[in-house]
């Protein structure tokens, strides 16, 4: 008789909820932010996306609610902040920045290869295609989480300054700096976000960590295979290197 799969919780209701509020609010500012672009230098989608946003609401309504949602999301993050600092933020700071730059590195160069090459590819060039053991975060997850927190934080503050600069002046050096850094962190977040979709979603065997961002659990076999630190803290069970073929 099989045995019954185990489940293991992940993610705290109140986690799952930021994670689906960032991802929308992302999305929306980013076609928003888009749409308000006109200098084709700029613009990566092509000027017919501002003429037809501009045809459905407006530039000024545009910019209106570009930034009622900034306003919205900043809000959003402060709350879920205050209250759920101990059991997740603190939590979740202390995984991302629990760094080994050699294992991480190996483990992106490794799951990068295995994802175009494939292992039969790497064991063809003579290369490892064993991933490093990982603990609760693997090290794409940390360093996605540390780029859309740094990133998170640029687009807020550039993005208050320039909503300031809207009532009064600010200055034009201090205000075309403010726009250089939104537009970079921006961009940075929009090459960020397909992966992490990627990764979460499509790429092969991770269906068990999508479903827990609507779960909150994961089978105890999937952290075993796939974090095996994060399992040997669970667990008291001697972490194995994934050897997956």
């Not at 909820?17 to 076609?31: G, R, S, T």
Request: net charge positive; proline share 5%.
């Amino acid at each position: 008789m099989a045995s019954e799969t185990r489940f293991v919780r992940r993610h705290s209701r109140g986690a799952m909820i930021m994670h689906w509020f960032n991802a929308v609010m992302f999305i929306l500012l980013l076609l928003g932010g888009l749409g308000m672009l006109r200098n084709p230098d700029v613009v990566i989608v092509g000027l017919w996306w501002s003429r037809l946003l501009d045809g459905i609401f407006g530039a000024d309504a545009l910019l209106r609610g570009h930034i009622a949602l900034g306003v919205l999301w900043m809000a959003g993050v402060l709350l879920y902040a205050v209250f759920y600092v101990r059991p997740d933020v603190i939590p979740f700071l202390r995984e991302i920045f629990r760094l080994k730059p050699g294992s991480d590195l190996t483990w992106c160069l490794r799951k990068t290869l295995r994802l175009t090459i494939g292992v039969r590819g790497m064991k063809k060039l003579g290369l490892d295609p064993a991933l490093p053991p990982q603990g609760f975060y693997n090290a794409g997850q940390k360093f996605a989480a540390m780029a859309v927190l740094v990133c998170g934080m640029g687009l807020s503050g550039s993005g208050t300054i320039l909503c300031l600069n809207t009532v009064m002046d600010m200055g034009t050096q201090l205000t075309q700096w403010c726009m250089f850094f939104h537009l970079l962190c921006a961009g940075i977040m929009g090459m960020v976000l397909p992966i992490h979709i990627y990764m979460a979603a499509l790429a092969p065997g991770e269906a068990p960590a999508l479903r827990s961002m609507f779960t909150g659990t994961v089978p105890e076999d999937f952290i075993r295979h796939h974090n095996p630190l994060w399992h040997a803290e669970l667990f008291g069970k001697e972490a194995a290197v994934d050897n997956e073929t």
